[in-house]
């Protein structure tokens, strides 16, 4: 008899980026390549979208919402308890930093996947309620988890380092890109990509300022994916200050069938982030045959290997550079490609979660 896994699903149905798609993935690899595997998704309330289309249509996954008269969030940290436990879960997985407050039956396991710690060294990025809130999470689910999937090298490193816990009991559980990216059809590549949520972190300030320093005839357009309240506003007022409209296209958020094609039609995604978990948009570029400008820094190496050109974070002169050089650039091999990405893709990934799963179950 399969295992019966319960997840924390919350972010499955209400992100529709970053670890909204981390957990509809591992969701739809799972039971894929191991439907023995019971899967049942906790989720305060359920909500159809394109993306849970098919989460949804798969009678095989059992999906558990509170009643409408109880309350969300009390449910998802004290009154999932209860429902994990009357369905006797062999396994709990928290997708996304943080477990329920009370704990589950003696014969239930935990495991959390911690994405990220940049909260505790990236500080100026976060309000300091916001901080301690984090660390609450992350220090409480660490501590009572059986196992801890750290997403990247890096991010097992922060892990380490930031909180007492057994080298053994941190698994490192790369992710994989969705199914819709790949290399095999050749387009003209006609503008730059920036792919991210929008804030200080990310380096999009930086990248417009590398942008003005070039002359016009370096420059090629740029299009922005994702949005960011008060910085993006800041990043549009720069675009039109300094004359840079014709040249930056501000796109907010984009369907996944939309990014496809705009990683295929990219000279090179250009991610120059001051930190990551892990950076999934590197790998999504790379799997589509798109180059990738990323940080010499944090988990960015790791996701690009030697694929990557790397700028140190915050040089906007070097990064200025390396937009001039993509001129030189010339196709990624495929067999190169192929043989960096086989950590990732998703059957390698999936055995590897599956694998942990039997071993901490066991």
Known sequence: MGMKIGFDAKRIFHNNTGLGNYGRTLIKNLH???????????????????????????????????????????????????????????????????????????????IVTIHDLIFKYYKKQYAWSDRMIYHMKSKSAIRKADGIFAISKSTKHDILKYYQVD????????????????????????????????????????????????????RRPLKVVGTGGRYEIEQRNFVAKNHLSQWVTFLGQVSNDDLTLLYKESIALVYPSYAEGFGIPIIEALSSGTH????????????????????????????????????????????????????????????????NYQTICS
């Open 32 to 110: 894929t390549y191991y439907p023995e595997v019971k899967i049942v998704l906790f989720t305060p309330s359920i909500k159809e979208t394109k993306e849970t289309a098919w989460i949804l249509s798969q009678d095989a996954i059992e999906i558990v919402a509170p009643p409408k008269s109880v309350n969300k969030n009390k449910w998802r940290s004290i009154g999932i308890k209860q429902d994990i436990n009357a369905l006797k879960i062999d396994l709990f997985h928290g997708l996304s930093n943080e477990l329920p407050l009370l704990g589950l039956s003696n014969n239930c396991k935990w």
């Open 167 to 218: 080298d053994s009991k941190v698994k490192i559980t790369y992710q994989s890109c969705g199914t819709n990216f790949s290399m095999n059809d050749q387009v003209e590549k006609k503008y730059f990509l920036f792919v991210s949520g929008l804030n200080e972190r990310k380096g999009l300030k930086e990248l417009l300022a590398a942008i003005l320093l070039l002359a016009p005839e370096d």
């Open 292 to 355: 990738v400008i990323t940080s010499s820094v944090s988990a960015m190496p790791e996701a690009a290997g030697t694929l990557g050109h790397y700028v140190e974070p915050g040089n906007i002169k070097a990064l200025a550079s390396a937009l001039v050089e993509t001129k030189y650039y010339s196709s990624l091999d495929p067999d190169r490609v192929l043989d960096h990405l086989a950590t990732f893709n998703t059957k390698n990934t999936t055995k590897v979660l599956y694998d």
